[in-house]
């Protein structure tokens, strides 16, 4: 995502609307500038999205000065990118970029011609859809140890260290200290992946985009049954470590939402 951010650091930089402005004569900005570009953006959303668009009830017209800057001048945090009211930010910074939404970005920005060129893993024989596929299977079967937390197979997947071991470590450390256990019994709880494609590759970082299902119950010492159930769309960011290939972040932008016990 660092990268993905930084690229849309300098598209806004380059937009046509701010380059036309004072902004495009100052190099470093400083807060006064970004609430010129908070103006500039808020008025592009207000004439983009039209009155009968879904996303103007759901992202609103406006962005705040202060977040704009946080943006530019935080280094990139695992924690800060699945918070819902920051997707929503970058939602709306795509919108002013000219695409529909963050998902909309990366695959537009970031797509390759040779999109379905497999690559083996150097390290297990792995192509990138074959790693993407075991983490979500291994992701899948971590949740059947709970109350215990078992990551044996799941690290093979995953960087050490990673943002995504991290979220996933804090998933199922929540489900066990609200003592619930997941329910598999005549398949209640299933997922599947219905397309998984490539979306760009370099020497250093190869993009995975997928469509998911996810259907996963879970029950308390009560037999009180919860149910997390949604469909979207994901991307997989896989770094080279030298001699393998191995997950290091996803964008999901339901975390939020899964995280949350219904």
């Not at 500039?40 to 609103?60: F, H, K, V, W, Y």
């Not at 990118?81 to 709306?92: A, P």
Request: aromatic letters at 12%.
């Amino acid at each position: 995502m660092e990268k993905i951010y930084n690229t849309i650091k300098e598209d806004i930089k380059n937009h046509p609307d701010l380059r036309s402005s004072l902004l495009g004569m100052i190099e470093d900005w400083k807060r006064s500038q970004f609430v010129i570009l908070a103006d500039i953006i808020s008025e592009n959303l207000a004439q983009s999205l039209i009155s009968t668009d879904p996303r103007r009830l759901s992202l609103g017209t406006t962005i705040s000065p202060i977040t704009l800057q946080r943006f530019f001048e935080n280094d990139y945090q695992f924690k800060t990118h699945n918070d819902l009211r920051f997707i929503k930010t970058l939602d709306k910074i795509c919108i002013f970029l000219g695409k529909n939404d963050l998902n909309d970005y990366i695959h537009q920005n970031f797509k390759d011609e040779n999109n379905l060129k497999p690559e083996e893993d150097a390290n297990n024989n792995l192509s990138d859809k074959e790693l993407v596929s075991k983490f979500c299977e291994f992701q899948f079967d971590a949740l059947k140890y709970l109350p215990n937390i078992n990551l044996e197979k799941l690290s093979t997947t995953v960087g050490k260290d990673s943002p995504i071991l991290a979220r996933t470590v804090s998933y199922l450390k929540d489900k066990r200290e609200n003592n619930l256990v997941f329910v598999t019994e005549n398949n209640r709880s299933n997922y599947e992946i219905y397309q998984i494609t490539t979306v760009s590759e370099d020497s250093e970082l190869r993009v995975i985009k997928t469509k998911e299902f996810w259907n996963l119950v879970f029950k308390d010492e009560r037999e009180n049954n919860f149910v997390v159930h949604h469909i979207n769309t994901q991307f997989y960011f896989i770094r080279n470590f030298g001699d393998h290939w191995k997950i290091w972040d996803n964008y999901n932008p339901d975390f939020a939402n899964l995280a949350k016990i219904n």
